[in-house]
Structures are given as structure tokens and as C-alpha cells.
């Protein structure tokens, strides 16, 4: 069983910087992926970030890219997303997800998912 804690969302100003963390607990074993998905007011939960836990090779959102950059902590199975130059539309609910499907982008690649943390951006 695994247990995916996130942390570190906020309320921020566009352009400013937020730093996600997401604590797993249990066995997260080298085939696992991580992701982050977001889910805004009436809107369906949609991809931002992976990073494939045995290679690290990382994966984004065209939306994100080059704003966010996913990293893993493999000594403490910690995953993060560094947000950048954050936007009114990255608000949502932020949410930590572990699976082990290759197809990374999709929501039912993943078996485990956190409560979440909420990102609020003001323009």
C-alpha cells in the first residue's frame, strides 16, 4: 500500500514561485511513475508533470512547460514540482499521484493518488 502526502501549495501573486512536495510512504518500487495532476472549479482533473521513478525522465504539460520542472528526492521518496512564474489559470487543486502504466498522461495510469493542496494565484 502507498501513501502520497503533498504539501506547499498557497496563495501567491503572478509570477511568483511555489515549490510542491509530495511524501510517499509504503513501497514505491522502481517500476513506479509519479505524476502531478491539477483540477480548477468545474473543470476536469487534468496532467501536468511526471517523472518515471526508475529513469527519471521527466514528462510536462504544454501549459507548464518550461514554467514547472518536476524532480525526485529518491532517498526520502519526495517528489516535487517547482512551479515558476505561476499564472491565474494555475490555480487549482494540486494533486500527487504513484501508478504503474506507461501511458503517464492519463489519470488511470495511477493507483494512488493524495488528498491534495491548493495553489491559488492572484492576478
Known amino acids: 500500500q502507498v501513501q502520497l502526502v503533498e504539501s506547499g501549495g498557497g496563495l501567491v501573486q503572478a509570477g511568483d514561485s511555489l515549490r510542491l512536495s509530495c511524501a510517499a510512504s509504503?513501497?514505491?518500487?522502481?517500476?513506479?511513475?509519479m505524476g502531478w495532476f491539477r483540477q480548477a472549479p468545474g473543470k476536469e482533473r487534468e496532467f501536468v508533470a511526471a517523472i518515471r521513478w526508475s529513469t527519471g525522465n521527466r514528462y510536462y504539460a504544454d501549459s507548464v512547460k518550461g514554467r514547472f520542472t518536476i524532480s525526485r528526492e529518491n532517498a526520502k521518496n519526495t517528489v516535487y514540482l517547482q512551479m515558476n512564474s505561476l499564472k491565474p489559470e494555475d490555480t487549482a487543486v494540486y494533486y500527487c499521484a504513484a501508478g504503474t502504466i506507461a501511458d503517464l498522461g492519463r489519470r488511470s495510469s495511477y493507483d494512488y493518488w493524495g488528498q491534495g493542496t491548493q495553489v491559488t494565484v492572484s492576478s
Open positions: 509504503g513501497r514505491i518500487d522502481s517500476w513506479y511513475n
